[in-house]
Structures are given as C-alpha cells and as structure tokens.
C-alpha cells in the first residue's frame, strides 16, 4: 500500500501581513508573489502559529502588522513561535490612490503582506520590555536650590539633595543625578 506525504513548505517564505485590531486580526498569507489567502482571526499569535503550521507546515514564516494601540507584545510573542516579525509605521507604507480612496482592514492587510515579500518595509525601533515598561525620556530639568518630593499625578519628580527637577513623560526608577 503506497503511504500518502504530507506537503512540506521546507524553504519557502509565507509573508503574513496583519491588520491588528481588538476584537479580531485580518491576516493575509503571500508566497511565490501570490496571495494564498485572506481571512479574519482571533487576536491570537498562537492561533496564527497553529493556523500556519497546520496549512503551510515547515515554512519560513515572515509577518508584519502596524505599530498602534496594541504596542510590542504581538511581535514579542510571534518570535517567541519562530516567526521573523517586524512591527511598522503606517505611514511609511506604499500605495497607490486605489487604496487610499478604498481604504479598508482587507486593503491594509494586503497591502502589508505584498510590500513584505517586495521587502519594500522597514521595521521601527522595538524596545525591549525592561526599556518599555521603565521609560527613561527626560524631557527637561531646571535647577532648585530646596528640597522637594515626587508628584505621582503631574510626573514632576524633584529629588531631595540632588538640587535637580526632573520632569518626566513616565514614572521611572532611575533618577537624574549632577
């Protein structure tokens, strides 16, 4: 009895363009310059692992979504899975005006999966968790001569013997020292 292979996607690329939201993600799948498809999911990277794995088994898995309201954790986790995953700027995707006058989440999301495989994207600056949840932004100092303490409401920190007030985009534990 002849025993029946499975399709193996070994070395082939499948760039996945996501169009992130809340409730649910519009994923589209490219390979070999074709669209292979366009669907709605969950908002789950481990449901588009399975997804992936389970259809395209053993194949480079390349995504890309918008920078928004969801911040860093969808790529963190997609390269947890062995994804290559990068995170974009919305702005600095390529149209044309039939998709800017027909802009919809299924545009979108083709949109990033097609200038994904022209490699036409690049990635922002994707800060590490200890740097994300820690922010360091100084946004300016001026100097006092007395002592003072910390605002949790305004962000305004003055520390107490380093004559410095530091205002601050985000609470932090480093200090400004002199």
């Not at 649910?24 to 292979?36: K, V």
Request: hydrophobic share 35%.
């Amino acid at each position: 009895m002849m025993e029946i292979k499975g399709t193996d996607f070994r070395n082939q690329d499948f760039h996945i363009g996501i169009d992130v939201h809340r409730k649910n993600w519009l994923i589209t799948i490219r390979n070999n310059q074709m669209e292979l498809r366009t669907f709605s999911m969950n908002p789950s990277p481990e449901e588009l692992h399975q997804h992936m794995e389970h259809n395209y088994p053993g194949g480079r898995y390349i995504s890309a979504y918008e920078a928004g309201f969801c911040g860093f954790w969808i790529h963190r986790k997609l390269q947890e899975l062995g994804f290559k995953s990068i995170v974009i700027h919305a702005a600095d995707i390529p149209s044309t005006n039939k998709e800017r006058s027909t802009k919809t989440d299924k545009v979108d999301s083709r949109k990033i999966a097609r200038e994904l495989e022209k490699k036409s994207l690049n990635s922002i600056y994707v800060p590490n968790e200890f740097h994300q949840q820690r922010p360091t932004t100084l946004v300016g100092f001026v100097e006092l001569g007395f002592f003072a303490k910390k605002c949790k409401r305004s962000g305004l920190i003055l520390m107490e013997g380093s004559n410095c007030l530091c205002l601050l985009c985000f609470s932090m534990e480093r200090l400004c020292r002199r």
